[in-house]
């Protein structure tokens, strides 16, 4: 009983040791050394010039994992983090931050609350398409840095040049399979008018009556254009060097291999 007590009150004290890792900085903290010295001066380089150029910041970070810092997930470590540092300029909140955790073989993208929503889509597409394979492959350091150069290159420079996100690839599985929905549903509507014109010519003409009901669709479209979050940042502009301020409350996307 007693060690459980002992136990009870050193465990949160633990885990508040532990906490988020300070930083080394600005650009890129490779905490868990998954990043060769070449690579990491490459990507540094590339973090600055973006900076220089758009006034976004984007930071990376390596991790093992998430728990030895006390987060329950990755996204909930990269939320904690990208708060406590503070992100990318406070009055935008654009700074986006990049968590890849080896061991929880998890990674995040974590945008600041001044990116509209509709840039999810986009950091989950760099994840899947240019981190992940080569994650899976074992090619820890060349995802990383093609990965920074995708958001770099398909985020942040549309962001500050007032673009709309890059669209999807135009994926026909979903439409095929939209299309056989759509046509099997068209040949039993026309199954049932054929059955209910013959039926309605083989019965005599006095003594019935019937009711039509006819068909109804109650879905309502969504003008996802409409959204009031999306809009554009301000224009670029703050301190070069440190953080400056910047929050987040959970937006951006994660991938695991």
């Keep these: ?12 004290l633990a885990v508040l040791a532990q906490g988020l890792p300070e930083p080394r900085s600005a650009y890129i903290n490779d905490f ?29 970070v390596t991790i093992a994992q998430a728990a030895d810092h006390g987060a329950a997930s990755v996204e909930a470590f990269a939320r904690d983090l990208f708060n ?17 955790a080896g061991g929880d073989r998890a990674v995040r993208i974590e945008l600041g ?6 840039w999810d889509g986009v950091a989950l597409r760099v994840i899947d398409t240019v981190m992940l394979p080569a994650f899976r492959d074992g090619r820890m350091a060349a995802g990383i840095e093609a990965g920074t150069g995708a958001v770099l290159d398909r985020i942040v420079r549309p962001i500050t040049a007032n673009l709309p996100p890059p669209a999807a690839p135009f994926n ?13 549903v068209l ?22 009556t019937g009711r039509g009901v006819p068909d109804r669709d109650d879905r309502q479209g969504v003008d996802q254009g409409d959204d009031p979050r999306a809009r554009r940042p301000n224009p670029p502009g703050g301190d070069d060097d440190g953080f400056g301020g910047g929050k987040s409350s959970g937006g951006g996307a994660s991938g695991r291999w």
């Design 1 to 12: 009983m007693i060690r459980l007590a002992i136990f009870l009150v050193l465990w949160p």
């Design 32 to 60: 868990a050394d998954l990043i060769d010295p070449d690579t990491e001066s490459r990507i540094e380089a590339a973090l600055a010039a973006a900076r220089a150029d758009t006034g976004m910041q984007v930071t990376l």
């Design 84 to 100: 406590a540092w503070g992100v990318g300029d406070r009055l935008r909140n654009d700074g986006i931050l990049i968590v890849v």
């Design 113 to 118: 609350d001044g990116i509209p929503p509709v």
């Design 172 to 184: 026909p599985v979903p439409w095929g399979i939209a299309g056989l929905v759509a046509a099997g």
């Design 187 to 208: 040949w039993q509507q026309v199954r049932k008018r054929r059955a209910q014109a013959t039926g309605a010519a083989r019965l005599p003409v006095a003594g019935r």
